[in-house]
């Protein structure tokens, strides 16, 4: 399964944006997938991971309650809803599918993400 993410850009502190992630040669209801970021200089961290049957999903602590990971029915797209957006939510943010305990990444192949800057 291959997976290319979209979406990101510019927002100002408490506005919105949403990523999106399409899958290839596979589905999302075969695999569980997450969304992880990256700040130059740090390590690459989860953010949210969801199930492949989208009954289960985790969210790191300082996103809960923002953020929130879905996919369609067909399990083709992903996306990551980010409200109330805060500078420190400025990163690169990467699409991957996950492992049964929604904690790793199933591939070390990481695509080039999408950027979110958010201005304060």
């Known amino acids: 399964v291959q997976v290319k993410e979209s979406g990101g850009g510019l927002a100002q502190t408490g506005g919105s944006l949403t990523l999106s992630c399409v899958a290839s040669?596979?589905?999302?209801?075969?695999?569980?997938v997450g969304w992880w970021r990256q700040v130059p200089g740090e390590e690459r961290y989860a953010v949210a991971t969801?199930?492949?049957?989208?009954?289960?999903?985790r969210y790191r602590a300082s996103v809960d309650g923002r953020f929130t990971i879905n996919r369609d029915d067909a399990g083709i797209t992903a996306t990551l809803q980010m409200n109330d957006l805060r500078p420190e939510d400025t990163a690169v943010y990467y699409c991957?599918?996950?492992?049964?305990?929604?904690?790793?990444?199933?591939?070390?192949?990481w695509g080039q993400g999408s950027q979110v800057i958010v201005s304060s």
């Open positions: 991957n599918l996950v492992d049964e305990n929604l904690r790793s990444p199933l591939y070390d192949f």
């Open positions: 040669g596979g589905t999302f209801r075969d695999y569980g």
């Open positions: 969801m199930s492949r049957d989208a009954t289960r999903r």
